[in-house]
């Protein structure tokens, strides 16, 4: 899943495209957090309370990234890559 969401991140051009990529990435870290827990400690609650912050934190970051998103629509009309080479300095 990680590698999947690196080729996502690196081949497309649509911002909300980008931000699921980044999402299916952190989503294979907390699921390494869960499985190795399970398989190294499996009576620990470790690698599910990370999972469970990292899941906290993507929810977080995701709302973020929206919100800029919906302002850079409003902008520019347009939510492509590309496109935001205008708001550079």
Do not use: C, Q
């Amino acid at each position: 899943m990680m590698f999947a969401g690196i080729f996502g991140f690196l081949t497309r051009r649509s911002t909300l495209a980008i931000l699921l990529s980044i999402e299916l990435m952190l989503n294979s870290a907390d699921l390494n957090f869960a499985v190795f827990n399970r398989m190294l400690y499996p009576n620990g609650h470790e690698g599910y309370f990370f999972a469970l912050f990292g899941i906290a934190i993507a929810a977080a970051e995701s709302a973020v990234a929206i919100a800029i998103m919906i302002n850079i629509y409003r902008l520019l009309k347009d939510i492509t890559v590309d496109k935001l080479e205008k708001m550079k300095w």
